[in-house]
């Protein structure tokens, strides 16, 4: 299914720490409308094409300008790094009727909807290729608590792979029916419902 872009506005965030919880979560701290360039955006475009990407990336330096900005002084008052500012803040390009087209971060990556999440992709394929093959020789080795060590974090890695394609395929741009999903992963339903869509909250 091919999703075309018309983008309308940036919405910059900023992650923002409850005193009360102390759970930390995004927030929108400001809103700009975007006039992006006609040839861009005129009939719209493809998302899945480069010049959409290349477009969602020129947002970064005026999301770093906005990072420095978060970098001097935060909402309760106290002084940033400029590290940690640019990790607290991201843009969020959205269409006319707020749907969200691309998140993008101060380093200019970007994530269109529907992509598994940059991070993770690393991650698995640092999994596969770097120091999960080296768990076998730390077993021959007898080395059983860094062979264990590496098998747990294996496991996180996994379990986040499998929690994003679950999100992707039921509750992308082009759904698949939840039983598909369960069948696909070789699990009844019901049983799917209680490792994902209780927590998670994904729809059908």
């Not at 039921?170 to 598909?180: I, K, T, V």
């Amino acid at each position: 299914m091919t999703r075309f872009y018309r983008p309308d506005r940036i919405d910059y965030d900023v992650v923002v720490l409850d005193q009360q919880s102390g759970v930390s979560r995004w927030a929108t701290a400001g809103v700009e409308v975007v006039e992006a360039p006609h040839a861009l955006v005129d009939g719209g475009g493809s998302m899945a094409s480069e010049s959409f990407r290349t477009y969602a990336a020129s947002v970064a330096p005026r999301l770093r300008d906005f990072a420095e900005q978060v970098a001097t002084v935060d909402q309760f008052g106290a002084t940033m790094h400029r590290y940690q500012s640019y990790q607290a803040v991201r843009a969020v390009l959205r269409d006319a009727q707020g749907v969200l087209l691309a998140e993008v971060r101060c380093d200019g990556s970007v994530t269109i909807p529907g992509e598994l999440d940059q991070d993770l992709r690393r991650q698995f394929i640092g999994m596969i290729n770097g120091w999960l093959p080296m768990t076998i020789r730390e077993v021959d080795r007898s080395k059983y608590d860094n062979a264990l060590a590496s098998l747990v974090k294996a496991r996180r890695v996994v379990d986040a792979m499998l929690r994003e394609v679950v999100g992707l395929a039921a509750g992308g741009l082009d759904p698949m029916p939840w039983e598909l999903v369960a069948a696909a992963m070789g699990v009844p339903p019901e049983t799917l419902d209680s490792w994902y869509r209780a927590p998670d909250g994904l729809a059908k």
